[in-house]
């Protein structure tokens, strides 16, 4: 997905009420739904696109990102942090950053590029097939219940995480029906659950294969 995708997911997260969990919660939630996309600065060394979603995006790397993005986010606190009077807790950050961090593979996995969850180990791609990488009903979805979040909070409301709730609510929703309209659309076909709606390509190995199975 586009990385304004994966920034509303972070933000409606923290809207949701898990900023409060810890300071620089907002941060790491936002942070955290993006940090897999770090393997796109090797675009710049000549790696190219064969590189992304692979490294940074597989199994082995949701354990250490976010362990990672909490031991940077308690050291910026002890080192630059000016309001020592509210310590950050390190145990809510780690949650933080595993959850926002498994976000992003998981919505990479939906569409048509896929990615490769058991990398090093495999390089097999796996792909969802089911969203486009910029879907407007999820940034809608997302952007609005963010907002209406914001809104209540400025005037106090006790509710004012509700908007941001509904917001992922329906995007899961919207996931969930897009998941099964694709399997269905492969099976109307005639040629099997893996066969694309586009097509099924001879020498990618998908024929017959569910949306959630490895090519």
């Known amino acids: 997905m586009d990385n304004l995708c994966h920034t ?24 955290g739904a993006n940090l897999p996309d770090i393997d796109g600065f090797a675009m710049f060394t000549g790696y190219g696109l ?24 308690v050291w910026w606190d002890r080192a630059v942090g000016r309001d020592n009077l509210e310590p950050v807790r390190p145990g809510q950050l780690l949650l933080l950053a595993g959850i926002s961090t498994l976000t992003h593979p998981l919505l990479d996995w939906l ?12 390089g097999r791609w796996f792909y969802g097939d089911s969203l486009f990488i910029v879907d407007p009903w999820l940034l809608l979805m997302l952007g609005g219940g963010i907002l ?15 908007p941001a ?5 329906l995007s899961s929703a919207y996931i969930a029906a897009m998941l099964g309209l694709t399997a269905i659309g492969r099976i109307g076909c005639g040629a099997g659950p893996g066969s694309g709606a586009a097509g099924t390509k001879a020498t990618d190995g998908r024929a017959g294969l569910p949306a959630f199975l490895p090519s």
């Open 8 to 31: 509303l997911v972070g933000a409606a997260l923290a809207e949701s009420g898990l900023k409060r969990r810890t300071k620089f919660g907002y941060a790491t939630l936002m942070i």
């Open 50 to 73: 064969g590189f992304r979603r692979g490294l940074t995006h597989g199994l082995p790397a949701l354990v250490i990102l976010p362990l990672l993005l909490t031991a940077a986010v």
């Open 111 to 122: 569409n048509t590029y896929g990615m490769r969850w058991l990398m090093p180990l495999n």
């Open 148 to 162: 209406m979040a914001k809104r209540l909070s400025r005037q106090g409301s006790a509710g004012a995480g509700r």
């Open 165 to 169: 709730v509904l917001g992922l609510a």
